[in-house]
């Protein structure tokens, strides 16, 4: 994906602001406890914050939150879910905190969006020595034979890259990192994977679906065909085509600790 594509994926979130904060999930607590382990004190940013899908986990675990994204619309859904957290609009390239002031960071389905060559020493800047960085995705088990069937009628624009374990694996082993630079204010990346099952019915695995970057900027006819094909295979497999079954999911985690 080009420099536009990027940014052109990156922004289509606001349009359908309330549908993520209603049908995205949330991210596994031992994912979040694990990414938070070496981190030498209570201050995180959840940098991308999005609707706060990670910050009311962060907020739960007890840390000191402040959340900063940089789509209004994202962000008025997160300041109304969670109205006792500091909630500031800004960008992982443009930070709106101090030197070292914080320490961890942490982003949920977002580190992918960054320009890690403006946003590494902007992330190193605001972390104390020691401080973390982690990236959190939530990716769909397709070693389950329904998923991996679901992923191919799917299509990239639905489950795409970082969505399933091996795909997320090598995507974000280092990717996310400049190669030189901030990539020498870093550690050596850590990927771990934790277990999170979603409770869903095949409309709202749908609708969860509907809130992915690649279908939010297809044109309409073509998004239509996409979840109706989604919905009919959704229909005919016996896992899912009567009443609330569990997605197997799991939530990796790519972390490394600023020297």
């Not at 080009?2 to 995205?24: C, I, N, P, T």
């Not at 002031?101 to 590494?120: C, P, Q, R, T, Y």
């Not at 919905?231 to 569990?246: D, I, K, N, Q, V």
Request: hydrophobic letters at 45%; aromatic letters at 6%.
């Amino acid at each position: 994906m080009d420099k536009g594509q990027r940014l052109l994926h990156a922004s289509s979130f606001g349009a359908a602001a309330v549908a993520y904060a209603e049908h995205r999930p949330g991210y596994a607590r031992d994912a979040v406890r694990w990414a938070l382990e070496p981190a030498p004190g209570p201050r995180v940013l959840d940098l991308g914050a999005g609707t706060g899908k990670l910050t009311g986990t962060l907020v739960a675990l007890g840390a000191e939150v402040v959340a900063v994204e940089p789509d209004p619309a994202m962000l008025t859904e997160l300041r109304r879910s969670l109205p006792a957290v500091r909630a500031l609009p800004g960008s992982a390239e443009a930070i709106p905190l101090p030197d070292a002031s914080v320490d961890a960071v942490l982003a949920g389905n977002a580190m992918h969006w960054f320009d890690m060559a403006v946003a590494g020493p902007e992330i190193a800047r605001v972390l104390t020595p020691s401080g973390i960085l982690a990236g959190l995705w939530n990716v769909m088990d397709d070693r389950v034979e329904w998923v991996a069937g679901l992923a191919q009628v799917s299509g990239s624009a639905a489950i795409g890259p970082r969505d399933t374990p091996t795909s997320w694996r090598a995507e974000t082993a280092d990717a996310h990192l400049p190669r030189t630079g901030a990539a020498a204010r870093f550690a050596s990346p850590r990927q771990a994977e934790f277990p999170h099952g979603q409770r869903r019915t095949a409309d709202s695995l749908v609708a969860t679906l509907a809130t992915r970057a690649g279908m939010l900027v297809m044109p309409e006819q073509e998004r239509q065909a996409t979840l109706d094909r989604i919905r009919a295979y959704l229909s005919g497999r016996p896992e899912t085509a009567r009443g609330a079954f569990t997605l197997p999911m799991l939530t990796g985690v790519l972390r490394v600790r600023r020297l």
